[in-house]
Structure formats: C-alpha cells, structure tokens
C-alpha cells in the first residue's frame, strides 16, 4: 500500500487548509485511518483517526471542534479538514493505515504511511 498525503501550505492563524490522503495501490478503504503530526523537537501525535467506514472517529483533544476527518471509499481517499488553524497545529502531516478495521490510537497499531505534507501556520 502506497499512501500520499497532499494539501499542506502556509496559512495564518485562523484559515483553514484541507488535507487528502490518497492510496495509489493497494487496498485503504477497508481499514481504520488516521493523521498523525509531527513538530520539530516534538513525538508524532495523532490529531484523528476513524475505523473502517468513518462511523467512529477520534480527536485530539488539542484539535476537537476545529478539525474534521472524513473518507470516501469510492475513491480510496481520507481527508483531514482544519478550521481555525493556530500556530501551535504547524508540523508535518502524515497519513497512516491502520492493522484492521477497528479504530486504533497508537501509532505501532498503524502499518503503512505516507510521506507527510507540511503545514505552517504564522501568528
């Protein structure tokens, strides 16, 4: 499985960008997905995540009631919608797989990732 995340760029505080992960072979749909970040100097976290169809979701509290992850399993997508967008959300962006189909929060739970896209955000 090869994912490819893309939608990063530089906003200021307060817009909004919006992130697709997309897989160019293999299988996506049927299993848990998530996005993870990474900060200079920081641990990946995960920002959301959701199990096989979307109909269970999980959010980081640091992002809750301003991001939005969402899939289209007809076009073997994920998308990560981000509102309000502060300079603490900058990091790079990775898309990842889950092992199953249930909702998973670790990242040693998720086995396939993408390369990760940028987003800055300036005060």
């Known amino acids: 499985v090869q994912l490819q995340a893309s939608g990063g760029g530089f906003v200021q505080a307060g817009g909004s960008l919006r992130l697709s992960c997309t897989a160019s072979?293999?299988?996506?749909?049927?299993?848990?997905a998530a996005w993870f970040r990474q900060a200079p100097g920081k641990e990946r976290e995960l920002v959301a995540a959701?199990?096989?169809?979307?109909?269970?979701?999980l959010y980081a509290d640091a992002v809750k009631g301003r991001f939005t992850i969402s899939r289209d399993s007809a076009k073997n997508a994920m998308y990560l919608q981000m509102n309000d967008l502060k300079p603490e959300d900058t990091a790079v962006y990775s898309c990842?797989?889950?092992?199953?189909?249930?909702?998973?929060?670790?990242?040693?739970?998720?086995?396939?990732w993408g390369q990760g896209t940028q987003v800055t955000v300036s005060s």
């Open positions: 959701t199990n096989w169809n979307g109909g269970s979701t």
């Open positions: 072979e293999g299988t996506f749909s049927s299993y848990a």
């Open positions: 990842a797989r889950a092992l199953g189909m249930r909702l998973r929060q670790e990242v040693h739970e998720y086995n396939y």
